[in-house]
């Protein structure tokens, strides 16, 4: 079964902020391997456009930078899974996720390597769900 993974862009790495990142790359992994891979300009729209842009291309997991609470909440309330404040370059972060070792700290943000908001407690906590090629 094919799924689809997102990572907005910026300059070949993990663009900072997902709400204002202007590209998207996408990539469809088939049994835990990347079978396709294509760059999409995001729409600068409200959030909920966003959202339904997302759930256009049939994203089932955002791996993104910082995100805003309520673009986080909507895309989950859409059933994306959303993995936030994540760094790096978009090869790695895939070999990373394919290979079941995004949990490096090389790919956290500053300041989320023990929970972000409130060490142990901030949304940075809840990456630590991510295994290797976890897909719904």
Do not use: Y
Request: glycine share 10%; proline share 4%.
């Amino acid at each position: 079964m094919i799924a689809k993974v997102a990572i907005p862009v910026w300059q070949e790495r993990v663009s900072p902020v997902m709400d204002s990142a202007c590209q998207l790359m996408v990539a469809d992994f088939d049994d835990g391997k990347v079978v396709a891979q294509k760059t999409f300009d995001i729409p600068q729209l409200h959030n909920i456009q966003k959202v339904r842009f997302l759930q256009s291309l049939g994203i089932k997991v955002l791996i993104c930078g910082a995100i805003s609470q309520e673009l986080e909440s909507l895309l989950a309330d859409s059933g994306i899974e959303v993995n936030p404040f994540f760094r790096g370059r978009i090869g790695d972060i895939i070999n990373a996720f394919c290979n079941g070792n995004l949990q490096n700290e090389h790919f956290f943000l500053p300041g989320c390597r023990f929970g972000g908001r409130g060490q142990q407690s901030g949304r940075c906590q809840r990456r630590r769900g991510l295994r290797r090629g976890r897909l719904n």
